[in-house]
C-alpha cells in the first residue's frame, strides 16, 4: 500500500519562501501523476499544482510564477518550492498520488 508523507510546512512571513517535500512509498511512484491541494480554514481543497509521469507541469493561476513544483522518481519524492508567499497561501497543504492516494498534510502559517 502506498503512503504519502510531507514535510515542510511552517511559519514563514510574507515574502519569504518554503520548500514542501512528500515521499512516496512503494514503486508506483515513477509512473503516477503527484499533485499538491490546499485548504484553508473555512474553505475548499483547491488544486495548488499537478506534475506528470513525465514532467509536464500546471499550476493554479493564484500561484503561476511564485510556486514550482518538481520530482525525483529516484527518490520517491515530490517537490513545492514556494516563493514570495502571501497570507493568502496559508493552507494545509496535502500531497496527492495519482488522484488516489492523500498524506496528512503540512500546515504552511504566512505572517503578514
Known amino acids: 500500500q502506498v503512503q504519502l508523507v510531507e514535510s515542510g510546512g511552517g511559519l514563514v512571513q510574507a515574502g519569504g519562501s518554503l520548500r514542501l517535500s512528500c515521499a512516496a512509498s512503494?514503486?508506483?511512484?515513477?509512473?503516477?501523476?503527484m499533485a499538491w491541494y490546499r485548504q484553508a480554514a473555512g474553505n475548499e481543497r483547491e488544486l495548488v499544482a499537478h506534475i506528470t509521469s513525465g514532467g509536464t507541469t500546471n499550476y493554479a493561476d493564484s500561484v503561476k510564477g511564485r510556486f514550482t513544483i518538481s520530482r525525483d522518481n529516484a527518490k520517491n519524492t515530490v517537490y513545492l518550492q514556494m516563493n514570495s508567499l502571501k497570507p493568502e497561501d496559508a493552507a494545509v497543504y496535502y500531497c496527492?498520488?495519482?488522484?488516489?492516494?492523500w498524506g496528512q498534510g503540512t500546515l504552511v502559517t504566512v505572517s503578514s
Open positions: 512503494g514503486s508506483i511512484f515513477s509512473i503516477r501523476a
Open positions: 496527492n498520488l495519482g488522484g488516489v492516494v
